[in-house]
């Protein structure tokens, strides 16, 4: 899964989840888990187009996610075994 913060008007962002469905990420059903049990809902969530390619994106705005988006982050970082 890839995040994707896009700057919008006067300190806001825009948050993309991506995930690519032919290639799915490690944490991927993790972090839609979470998303879920957290009861997050994305402002849009459906099939779109991407880096040129056709992607299953959740977008969220940032103030939104608070601190969810450093919690997914954590998550990402342990399935994946980075080091922080």
């Avoid at 993309?16 to 839609?32: G, I, K, M, Q």
């Avoid at 959740?58 to 994946?80: D, P, V």
Wanted: proline share 4%.
């Amino acid at each position: 899964m890839l995040v994707r913060l896009q700057p919008k008007e006067w300190m806001m962002y825009s948050v993309y989840f991506v995930f690519d469905e032919d290639s799915p990420d490690v944490e991927d059903e993790s972090v839609r888990q979470y998303v879920n049990t957290h009861k997050l809902i994305p402002k849009m969530h459906g099939q779109a187009m991407f880096d040129e390619e056709k992607r299953e994106v959740m977008y969220f705005g940032k103030c939104y996610l608070g601190q969810h988006l450093e919690a997914i982050q954590n998550l990402q970082q342990e399935l994946c075994g980075f080091d922080r």
